[in-house]
């Protein structure tokens, strides 16, 4: 009698873990979704923001765009204004993703020892400031400083995967990594194509991005609303580390790209992980950030492709991204976040060999259904492999470093976003688009080696 009872107690109490799990992980989905729609309202903008400062004849603007001249005539870049949009749009995001690879590990640190609700809180008032500042913007500077802020205050979505890394089930967290996928998808999907809408709908006299701009600091009000009012604690204030001079020791440790991919700010401590673990997370993520590297710098040198090979419009490459984001999200919605614990690495396997050959379509394709059956395969791919990895290292380390293991990643991630659209438009301009898809295509099988490295973790929590 007394072990039915304790059955049912047992049963119960896991319905109720299983319950906060599923309230944890839909607000996170729809902060980030909130957060995503706004950031991403500038996207197609940019061509025409980039113009209208050429036009303007600002001076800070000049200086820059001489830099991106002098990039363009090194590689061989044909001096057509669509490349010229897609260079500097590719510097900004750069500094964008820099300014992301220091802001990331040193919010997850501070939010180790603070918890993650007043964490995200400040950096949501950040992207605040950002957007004001973007409607407020006439110069370029002003923009950039935007811009700036914007990329520091971002450290909120390593935050996002931080709370989901503390769900105490494998299962909840591998769902919850799965959502954070949706949420990016659909927000680059609808963000871009509500910027653009209401850049058309520009009455005459108005700055044509201000609409976007205050309607993205909008989004960012509401989505701190609707962080302060329902978003709970999620690490407890015993298990936070004792102090935020131990969190900024350990970020330290992650502003310096050796000591990054060491995971050295973890080993300090006393929940140090295990040899073997540690080791599974550095080669965790040095295949995150070989995936990385590769697949931004493809994905960016797409909007060349299609425009010189296809002679895609602006509209054109905006339905091209629609279709890869609306896959991406079904994919992830339906597939990714039913992959069982345990099975993850497994199917990132499968998907970056799928990826090999989508870029092999892509890269020699000779006519858009070509085009489409890459983009098809790529798009399933990318679907899977971010979330799943995302869920693998959120098993590592104790309670008090899920921000920082989180964070590193997140910062690993930025790094590559910023070197690789550098590397892969060289390549792509010095030996064309066949050589750059085939070899880079080819180079997906270093993190397919690594990641069959991996061995099985130890349980340490």
Avoid at 261 to 269: D, E, K, N
Avoid at 396 to 423: D, F, H, N, T, W
Wanted: contains cysteine; proline residues 4%; glycine residues 8%.
């Amino acid at each position: 009698m007394a072990l039915r009872e304790r059955e049912i107690s047992s049963s119960s109490l896991n319905d109720k873990q299983e319950q906060n799990c599923s309230y944890v992980i839909t607000i996170v989905f729809l902060a980030l979704f909130i957060d995503l729609l706004g950031f991403a309202l500038i996207l197609p903008l940019f061509p025409s923001i980039l113009d209208y400062y050429s036009q303007a004849e600002d001076g800070f603007y000049l200086s820059l765009q001489r830099g991106v001249d002098w990039f363009a005539v090194m590689v061989g870049v044909p001096p057509e204004r669509k490349y010229n949009s897609v260079l500097f749009g590719g510097l900004i995001g750069s500094i964008f993703s820099i300014l992301q690879f220091f802001s990331s590990p040193l919010t997850g640190a501070v939010s180790d020892c603070l918890g993650r609700r007043p964490v995200i809180l400040m950096t949501v008032m950040g992207l605040i400031t950002s957007y004001a500042l973007w409607a407020a913007s006439r110069t370029f500077g002003v923009f950039l400083l935007s811009r700036i802020i914007g990329g520091i205050s971002k450290g909120n979505v390593s935050l996002s995967t931080a709370i989901i890394a503390d769900l105490h089930s494998p299962k909840a967290r591998s769902k919850g990594m799965a959502m954070i996928g949706v949420a990016f998808s659909l927000g680059f999907t609808l963000g871009p194509m509500i910027g653009a809408y209401l850049a058309m709908e520009t009455e005459k006299g108005e700055v044509f991005y201000l609409r976007s701009a205050l309607l993205a600091l909008m989004f960012a009000v509401v989505d701190l609303i609707f962080i302060f009012f329902l978003l709970p604690e999620t690490l407890p204030k015993e298990k936070r580390v004792s102090s935020v001079t131990s969190g900024f020791q350990a970020a330290v440790d992650l502003l310096s790209p050796w000591a990054l991919f060491q995971f050295s700010a973890v080993t300090r401590g006393k929940e140090s992980p295990s040899e073997e673990n540690l080791q599974n997370l550095k080669i965790l993520g040095l295949a995150y950030f070989l995936y990385l590297f590769l697949f931004s710098g493809l994905e960016y040198t797409l909007s060349f492709l299609t425009h010189q090979r296809f002679q895609f419009s602006s509209m054109q490459q905006g339905k091209m991204f629609f279709f890869i984001g609306i896959t991406m999200a079904v994919i992830q919605g339906g597939y990714a976040r039913r992959i069982k614990p345990g099975n993850e690495i497994r199917a990132v396997k499968k998907a970056i060999m799928l990826l090999i050959p989508a870029f092999l379509l892509i890269g020699w394709a000779a006519n858009v259904t070509m085009l489409s059956a890459g983009l098809l395969l790529y798009s399933f791919a990318a679907a899977i492999v971010i979330p799943c990895l995302s869920a693998v290292v959120s098993g590592y380390g104790s309670a008090s470093q899920k921000g920082c293991v989180m964070g590193i990643l997140r910062s690993l991630g930025a790094l590559a976003r910023a070197l690789g659209p550098i590397l892969s438009a060289t390549v792509y301009w010095l030996a064309g688009a066949e050589v750059c898809f085939t070899v880079c295509g080819a180079l997906f099988l270093i993190p397919f080696v690594l990641l069959g490295s991996v061995k099985e973790q130890t349980k340490e929590e």
